[in-house]
């Protein structure tokens, strides 16, 4: 059985690319974040201190994945 995502909010900082960016979590630290080819249609509104939804792979805690976008 697979692990459950660990949930939490970033704020983006920097975009390296199209769907991928580094972005600042509630405790200070700086990870990469991409943007998953289901939700490619966002592109355009993931900005520079733009608040997103993200998951963790229980795993590997520098990067995650944007699940939506807070505001």
Do not use: W
């Amino acid at each position: 059985m697979p692990e459950k995502p660990i949930t939490t909010t970033g704020t983006i900082v920097e975009i390296v690319s199209d769907r991928t960016f580094k972005a600042d979590l509630p405790n200070g630290k700086n990870i990469f974040v991409h943007l998953p080819k289901a939700l490619n249609h966002l592109s355009p509104e993931v900005t520079v201190d733009c608040q997103v939804a993200l998951d963790f792979t229980p795993y590997d805690m520098e990067k995650a994945r944007i699940s939506a976008i807070v505001s």
